[in-house]
């Protein structure tokens, strides 16, 4: 069945999560729409990766909806939970690669898993996805272990991308950078998410990243999202915490930074 181009692609409501008596989650709406490169913001602690393993599936909230393409996550048997996670790749927070695997077979790990190829066929389609992130055809032989830190996250990005996925989900995946290194990694973004027609749910700590190239902006605080909308949106949210982190000394210098880029 197609999906409705109105429908949000993930849809959470009144999403619930506690870890013993910390409640992290206490009633998490959030509608991301097909097409846009969302990022998920607030302070350390928060719960963007606890939000986005729930909406992956990797982590069950106790209460609340998770929809993604219109199905619900947690209602779903083994096997339309298999076919759903083919629909959408993830870029964990560290890369999360397979130390003992070359970058190619990484890149081949999901497609292994979920899709039925000839070995050769199979080496191809991953070496396309290497090069597809703009690392050199020499990294596909490579081990994490002697990539930089930028090329493992282009690696985990190629990963992420191997079964031609409609949404990715990228945790930090400007952390940890220099600020040319992030600034390439947006510009990959930015040029994937385009060419690819891929929706982008991005948790992340990085103003200059929002400024870029998130379409819209959603704050976790106070164990909700407490607002959501364009960078412009934001700038006129009256929340202390939300008002600091948009107005404060990072926030200029990444406005102004944008600001000069178009000079
Ligand atoms: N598996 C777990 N068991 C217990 N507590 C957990 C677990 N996973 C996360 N937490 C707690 O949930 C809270 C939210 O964690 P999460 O990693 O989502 O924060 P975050 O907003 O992504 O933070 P940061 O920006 O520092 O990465 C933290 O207090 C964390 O300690």
């Known amino acids: ?27 998490v709406d959030l509608d991301v729409r097909r097409g846009e490169i969302i990022g998920i913001v607030g302070g350390s602690g928060t719960g963007k990766s606890v939000l986005l393993h729930q909406i992956v599936g990797l982590l069950k909230p106790d209460a609340g909806r998770i929809e993604v393409f219109g199905e619900s996550v947690r209602d779903t048997s083994d096997e339309e939970y298999r076919a759903l996670r083919r629909r959408w790749g993830v870029m ?10 070359t970058v190619r077979q990484n890149v081949e790990a999901p497609m292994r898993e979920q899709l039925d190829l000839p070995d050769d066929l199979r080496e191809t389609l991953a070496g396309i996805k290497v090069r597809m992130v703009g690392l050199p055809d020499n990294a596909q032989g490579k081990y ?40 390439a990694f947006d510009t990959l973004i930015g040029q994937l998410q385009t060419a690819l027609g891929l929706t982008v749910f991005m948790v992340t700590h990085d103003l200059d990243s929002l400024h870029a190239i998130c379409d819209r902006v959603a704050v976790l605080a106070e164990k909700k999202v407490l607002a959501v909308g364009t960078m412009d949106e934001m700038l006129k949210v009256d929340h ?18 944008t600001a000069s880029e178009g000079d």
């Open 92 to 101: 964990f927070q560290d890369g999360a690669l397979f130390s003992s695997l």
């Open 1 to 27: 069945m197609e999906d409705d181009a109105d429908r949000p692609i993930i849809r959470v409501r009144g999403l619930v999560k506690s870890f013993g008596n910390h409640t992290v989650h206490d009633g």
């Open 240 to 257: 202390p915490w939300v008002h600091e982190y948009f107005h404060g000394p990072r926030a200029r210098a990444a406005l102004a930074g």
């Open 144 to 183: 994490p272990s002697d990539l930089s830190g930028g090329m493992r996250k282009r690696a985990g990005f190629a990963r992420a991308i191997a079964l031609d996925p409609e949404i990715v989900f990228l945790d930090e995946p400007t952390a940890g950078l220099d600020p040319i290194g992030a600034a």
